[in-house]
């Protein structure tokens, strides 16, 4: 990821190459971040909460999705605009221990989000092939090296097209089931109504949204947009590619958002009451002996997808994150081997896989509000944003998105904690 590589756009925009101009060409940062919308962890929160609750907590998903729309967006914005990615930001305006401290836990955020998505994809290999987990864990770990490769020698278009293609495997994956599930639609429109039943789904729900929006995907996103784009101080050109963004979320969640509501819908439909789907692993039996060996098959492909996707990403925003806080540069490579390790640690000492999920979306939640609260900070003060400084609408529903986001992930640590006692 070398910023220095990207070739300057044009400062005016009508000066640009006509495919630049055209708002299809710019689209792609946002398909790369929303692959964090679709890892391991909401397959596994997905899948519980439909299991557990049927069609209750769909409106979780929905307000998940619309809060992410909104982060996702100012993540870009800030990049765009800025010319300089979120952690850049908080590295040039913190002291060097704040900063130190401040990237200690941006890292053990990354290192859990790696965790997550090494498992889910170790766990995938064993549905379809039987493999042991720490055999699989390197597997995947020697994959996502391949898919960084494209990266680091072809460029981020090349990154983006790989990423968009695993994305539409997932998609695959995880929807083609409700083909043939009886999901009660009816049912499912009842569920966009806010609700819960007692504690427990409070705390499904808030592992949910810890599994939706994720910390490195908003650190990242800002990196992605900038990296692909380039800084410029015209504002003609600025106003295009935010535009152009905007799109480019909106299109890329909405593909994530319907994964994620399929998942839940399967489960509603096909695993209500059925034992043993409080795990990937029990989930996709039971999907199996429902729905058959096929749809089983396509389910652990999608797995597989999420999986080998969502930790490709992880370590590129690790690498975003550790360059912007320290001004260091790690090769990309080297990065994924050593947090390959925690994961392949896990895996080896035989801890089960489920359990260091949950411990995971835990951690994921307690390092959202240092990302958030920044973001929606830094894009709000025209001191850093200028004249593209947010309006009063997107400053309001920036601030309710990341005071629900807290709320709700405190909810998680907290009752977490009880059911631990």
Not at 209 to 232: E, I, W
Not at 260 to 268: K, Q, S, T, W
Not at 350 to 377: K, M
Request: glycine share 10%.
């Amino acid at each position: 990821m070398t910023r220095e590589s990207v070739e300057q756009p044009a400062t005016d925009i009508h000066a640009a190459r006509p495919a630049e101009r055209r708002l299809l060409w710019l689209i792609g940062p946002a398909f790369v971040a929303a692959i964090a919308y679709v890892d391991p962890g909401n397959v596994a929160a997905n899948l519980t909460a439909g299991a557990q609750y049927k069609y209750l907590l769909v409106w979780v998903l929905v307000a998940a999705n619309v809060m992410a729309v909104i982060v996702q967006y100012l993540s870009a914005k800030l990049g765009i605009v800025t010319g300089r990615s979120l952690p850049e930001l908080l590295g040039e305006r913190m002291p060097r221990t704040a900063r130190l401290l401040y990237w200690a836990q941006a890292e053990i955020i990354a290192a859990a989000t790696d965790m997550a998505e090494v498992i889910g994809g170790a766990i995938a290999l064993q549905i379809l092939f039987g493999l042991p987990l720490l055999a699989g864990g390197v597997i995947v770990g020697l994959v996502s090296m391949g898919i960084l490769a494209v990266q680091s020698r072809r460029g981020q278009r090349a990154f983006e097209f790989v990423m968009m293609g695993l994305l539409a495997v997932i998609t695959i994956g995880f929807v083609a089931s409700l083909v043939v599930s009886p999901v009660d639609w009816q049912a499912a429109a009842a569920g966009v109504v806010p609700r819960f039943e007692g504690s427990r789904s409070v705390l499904l729900a808030a592992s949910m949204l810890g599994a939706t929006v994720m910390p490195h995907a908003v650190y990242l996103h800002s990196a992605l947009a900038l990296d692909r784009h380039g800084a410029s101080d015209d504002p003609r050109r600025v106003r295009h590619l935010l535009r152009a963004n905007r799109w480019d979320v909106i299109f890329a969640l909405i593909v994530a958002g319907s994964v994620n509501i399929a998942m839940l819908l399967l489960a509603a439909a096909s695993l209500p009451g059925v034992s043993g789907t409080d795990s990937i692993e029990g989930a996709h039996t039971a999907i199996t002996q429902a729905l058959g060996p096929v749809v089983g098959v396509i389910f652990g492909i999608g797995l597989l997808a999420s999986g080998l996707a969502s930790t490709s990403v992880g370590c590129y925003a690790g690498a975003s994150v550790m360059s912007g806080l320290l001004r260091v540069r790690v090769p990309i490579l080297v990065r994924r081997a050593i947090t390959l390790i925690p994961a392949l640690v896990v895996l080896g000492l035989g801890v089960d896989p489920t359990w260091a999920l949950v411990i995971s979306q835990v951690v994921l939640s307690v390092g959202i509000p240092f990302a958030v609260i920044p973001l929606v900070w830094f894009t709000s003060r025209r001191g850093t944003m200028g004249t593209f400084a947010n309006r009063t609408p997107l400053r309001i529903a920036g601030a309710v998105t990341v005071a629900a986001i807290v709320a709700l992930n405190g909810a998680l640590i907290v009752l977490t904690a009880i059911g631990a006692v």
